[in-house]
């Protein structure tokens, strides 16, 4: 499998790592672009991941820049734990190797109503 990144910090300390089924996954500041931002494998999707830890909430800037994620068909969630990263991961199909005739499928649905845009009350 050809990488894009190598694993390690980048230049701006954050670590890049690989996922065979999302691409190579790029650390990225500013603007509000999330944290982790990449694709499926199996369709091309594009997927953009903020991550908060402990009492971190997500700015407004974060906000509009995830809806307008999902406004486009593309995947975008919030983690705030390992597993609930996890969870979101395999939720959407990201943990699947591609198959050959995955481009074809229908992609799983993102979450339980796609057409939900984030707020500052559900993402606290």
Known sequence: MPRAS???????????TPIP???ALTPTAGGGVADILGYRRA???F???EVKFGKDRLRDEQIVFL?????AGALAFVAHTLAGFVASFERRGLHQPPTPTAHNA???PTTED???T??????Q
Not at 7 to 16: I, K, L, Q
Not at 67 to 71: F, L, P, R
Not at 118 to 123: F, W
């Open 6 to 16: 190598r694993p390690g910090p980048s230049p701006t300390g954050a670590s890049t």
């Open 21 to 23: 089924a999302a691409g």
């Open 43 to 45: 369709d091309g999707k």
């Open 47 to 49: 997927l953009a991941c």
């Open 67 to 71: 809806n307008q994620v999902k406004a």
């Open 106 to 108: 229908p992609a799983p």
């Open 114 to 116: 796609p057409q939900a």
């Open 118 to 123: 984030y707020s500052r009350a559900a993402a």
